[in-house]
């Protein structure tokens, strides 16, 4: 059977930087090509990065990235990895609009460019506004054997390029990919890819882009399965990985261009009919008609391990926050030790993700901060091993107070806000980056004070449930303990009740529902969409409804003002769940 030396490049590219990209293209090819590889495919947009949001309207831009793939395609030639068929992600423009394209660099040339057929319109995406849809399909028999492309969403769909592939013939499938993390999305990806090789009738190699931009984490789980549903061999997931397999494969010699659909009978029901295809245009191009010599097979990479549901979130929230900072500049981050839950979690995710050095604490206790909140937050510098230093804040809350005369909910938030206005003075002054460590939970309820706790250039667990919050932090203390490392978050900040501590004895449960029931009214509301009667229907209480959706309600201006921060959820504030500010709509009540 012919054989086939494939590599996957699970690499990290970064919006606008389309020199850094294409150097990283060429970098990895060599690799590649080192390793005997003979195809090299790279992700989705990995020239122009991922997503390029209204960069894409740019002609510029655009003009820059056709620019440099054909730059590159000389490139690499010229570094030795011409005779190797590279599949690179990029924008481009034509007559009929900006596209979503891949293209084949061989030989020193652009020999075939495929344009995105599906356009996904849907939670993060907005590709319908952005770029056209393609029609070609081109196919390229390169060492005796027909290869096609696809584009990522173009497998998430019924119908298209997949199922046009399977009709006229193809011997193998790369499909590149920009498909961000979410929670409990790899079962279902897995599957995806193994039921579209069966369509196309050939295996698929699947690569998939790592790292962040904003909200988005991609997390590479780049795969090859063949057509008859077994997975061969999977990528690392949160890690820039090479992955080279061998493949033998059947050469089809397929020559057919007709994607009509099959002829029916008359009178057949419309439900049975085969659903029509686009008018895809094929167009076979013949690169090196004649199989390889047969070689010796490298030692092939089998299946990386899974990730446990708190492991994967955990490296997904690092990966967030890291390349936030990394591509953007930023060297330090500061915010308040509180001593509670919510800012332990956030201070050992950024150490992780930039060092213990570069994580700076500030204690800024008021005259309500309890002796065992300041010692937690003094423990966890003292644990993690990161700076620490205390503000307290009671002198200025004073002058607030005594010269506006303010007392109840307003000397609580003046509270919020003296810390936020310390926190940014400290970032002015020493260039750290402020973190606002809010959780989903709060954010959704609008339980958080605008220019208080709420500063902040970003915002790690902005779209974690505090329940999660709970269970990533003895995940997290679990993992040092098993590595023989001191935990870094304090059992006590765990495990004691959580307070804002604004006001004497203040604890969450005086304003919110206790968070294990809150979590699941959000989860419907907010996540599945529900309404007042779905979730009645469900078993809750009705004034526990109306309640947590009167506060979810009210808090939407909050959200708006909010830091960007990881997407982990299906429907994260922001990019997913956007409604108008100004919105007299409310769930029905009896």
């Known amino acids: 059977m012919p054989q086939l030396r494939v590599a996957l490049a699970q690499v990290n590219p970064c919006v606008g930087d389309i020199a850094g990209n294409s150097s990283l293209v060429l970098e ?58 590279v599949i690179v992600g990029h924008l481009d423009r034509d007559d009929e609009g900006v596209r979503n394209a891949a293209s084949l660099l061989h030989g020193g040339e652009v020999v ?31 060492h005796g054997l027909d290869i096609g492309v696809v584009i990522c969403e173009d497998i998430w769909q019924n119908g298209g390029p997949i199922a046009a592939l399977g009709k006229v013939g193809v011997d193998a499938v790369v499909c590149v990919n920009g498909s961000p993390y979410q929670r409990a999305k790899d079962h279902e990806r897995t599957q995806l890819v193994v039921r579209r090789a069966a369509e196309a009738g050939a295996p698929m190699a699947y690569v998939n882009m790592v790292g962040a931009q904003d909200e988005l984490v991609f997390d590479g789980d780049s795969m090859i399965a063949t057509n008859h549903g077994e997975l061969l061999s999977r990528a690392p997931r949160f890690a820039e990985h090479l992955l080279v ?66 492991a994967e979130v955990w490296w997904a929230l690092v990966t967030g926050l890291r390349d936030y900072l990394r591509k953007n500049g930023f060297k330090s981050v500061a915010f308040g030790f509180s001593g509670g839950i919510d800012s332990s979690v956030c201070a050992a995710l950024s150490a992780d993700a930039l060092g213990a050095d570069g994580l700076y604490g500030v204690s800024l206790p008021s005259h309500y901060s309890t002796e065992h909140s300041r010692s937690d937050a003094a423990e966890l510098a003292e644990r993690i091993g990161c700076h620490f230093e205390v503000h307290p804040i009671e002198d200025m809350v004073r002058v607030f107070v005594d010269q506006l005369g303010l007392s109840g909910l307003a000397e609580e938030n003046v509270q919020a806000r003296c810390r ?15 973190l606002a460590p809010g959780n989903k939970t709060e954010l959704a309820v609008g339980y958080s004070t605008i220019y208080g706790d709420a500063v902040g ?53 005086d304003s919110l529902p206790p968070y294990e029931l809150l979590d699941e009214v959000l989860d419907g509301y907010v996540e599945g969409d529900k309404s007042y009667d779905d979730l009645l229907l469900e078993g809750f209480d009705a004034e526990l409804v109306e309640r947590v959706l009167r506060m979810v ?28 500010v100004t919105n007299r709509w409310r769930e029905a009540r009896p």
């Not at 094929?282 to 391990?305: I, K």
């Not at 250039?457 to 779209?463: H, M, V, W």
């Not at 935990?487 to 604890?507: D, H, N, W």
């Open 420 to 434: 936020g206005i310390t926190l940014m003075a400290l970032s002015n002054q020493h260039g750290h980056l402020v």
């Open 553 to 580: 309600d009210r808090a939407e201006h909050k959200r708006r003002q909010y830091p960007p921060g990881t997407k982990i959820t299906l429907k994260a504030f922001g990019r997913d769940r956007r409604l108008p």
């Open 245 to 310: 397999r061998d493949l033998e494969l059947s050469a089809g010699g397929h020559t057919s261009t007709d994607v009509s659909p099959e002829p029916v009978e008359q009178g057949t029901p419309l439900h049975f009919r085969p659903r029509a295809l686009p008018a895809f245009h094929v167009d076979r191009l013949t690169l090196s008609p004649d199989p390889l010599p047969a070689y010796e097979p490298e030692e092939n990479e089998g299946l990386t391990e899974p990730l446990a549901e708190e």
């Open 112 to 142: 075939s460019t495929y344009f995105k057929h599906h356009l996904p319109n849907y939670g993060v995406f907005d590709e319908a506004r952005y770029f056209a849809p393609g029609y070609d399909l081109p196919i390229v028999r390169f």
């Open 457 to 509: 250039g970003f915002a790690p667990i902005k779209d974690v449930p505090k329940t999660l919050v709970w269970r990533l932090a003895r995940w997290r203390n679990a993992e040092a303990e098993k590595r023989g490392e001191t935990p870094p978050i304090p059992e006590s900040s765990i495990t004691k009740e959580p307070s804002a501590e604004l006001r004497p004895g203040q604890v969450d449960t």
């Open 28 to 85: 990895r090819s060599e690799e590649a090509v080192a390793r005997g590889a003979h195809v090299v495919a790279f992700p989705e947009m990995v020239l122009s990065g991922y997503p390029v949001e209204d960069l894409a309207l740019r002609k510029s831009f655009a003009a820059a990235n056709r620019a440099e793939l054909e730059s590159l395609a000389v490139r690499l030639r010229d570094a030795g990895c011409g005779e190797a068929l």
